[in-house]
């Protein structure tokens, strides 16, 4: 396998900018929409986001920064 | 899509200084104010903050310093 | 808007030493008294400091060091 | 025994990108699937990896990153 | 006001060592005794020490040594 | 006593590596096992190691990587 | 008071290894045993140790290392 499909988990979430997610935080809340960027230590811009709790969703966000210590897992846009 | 369009975070945080921003914090209270300046801790002075429960304010703040490492998420003003 | 009145957080904290505050920590009790010195963990000294839960003073006291990672956020002398 | 085969912790982590592994989360949820890459803070990206509840799969996901620090283990393929 | 009454926190704490004092942990049990000496940690040593939970007396230690991490507040001897 | 027979936890730990230990959790559950190798951080891998919930074993792992700051305590051989 | 008799806390606890100890965990359970080594992250190596929970014996341990994140104080001999 070539060392450039197996990039290491930061830089592929770079890779993964301007693109859609679903962000579950650990208090399992989740943000889907596009990840406007995002830094080493996961904190992450969202746009045009959706909070979802239990499948529904409970509020939008236009443009939100969550902080990175919260953050559980990030699904990338192929499952989107 | 520009790297100007892209920024970092951080800097996106830093560059809505003396904007309407509100806080989520991780016990679920919200702070709701002008985020009067922001460091990379994401320490932040609000101005003018409503502190809200479940939508409802509970206490209104002329000037409140948080300690970053409490935010859930910062959420920007174009949505307010 | 000038350099001068946008400081850092950690900037105001330091000028306000000396003036009262509201120190809120995680587990929601409230120091109000002066905060006599700060650093830059936020780790601060108060002194005449009543010690507020649900709003009724519970315990006085003279002089007393909080280590700063307990903090949620400190309230400043405008406001009180 | 040979140095080869008393790999530290991280290294045999390493060399376990591509197989399939079981994490379980301190939430106590678990991802099996693919192991594509892993970083020394144990962030991760998994591949089509079903999320376990009590052992029922209770998602799929493509791709997914998660967090290092909500590791509790990661159970090697040898075992799956 | 001089500089001279204007101590950061911990070099407050540590011209404290040798007097009385009364640490509280984040669990809510508080050790009422002499600190013997500590550090910028905020580590300790008491001595003769009275371990009180909800003003009770619940056990006595000649000598202990309290991890800093754990200390939410230390009430100085000017208040004892 | 010889500086010999006094070694730092690190290095006791280190020379522990393939004798059977059990590992408790912070969330109580114990592994029992062989101690394949550790690292400083007390991140280790464990083979043939069963998984115990208040005495019962409740599942078996071929090989399985225990993130270190999970670890409450590790028993070593001798007591085995 | 001499400099003698004013050891750092992480200086005491070393000077007594190879001393009898109680150290209590964040889990409120206690192991009374000899200290055989620790080092200054408060990793410790008990040997000969009783586990207590509410002053009751529940297990033995002929040699075990705690992880040192875990302590919240170690009693020590002059105590026992």
Known sequence: MSQTSAKRPLTTLQKNTKKNVIVRLKNEVEYKGKMDNVDSYMNLIM????????????????????????????KLESDL
Chains 1, 2, 3, 4, 5, 6, 7 share one sequence.
């Open 47 to 74: 746009t045009d986001a959706e909070e979802l709790k239990d499948d529904k969703v409970i509020a939008n966000y236009g443009r939100v920064i969550v902080r990175g210590n919260n953050v559980l897992f990030i």
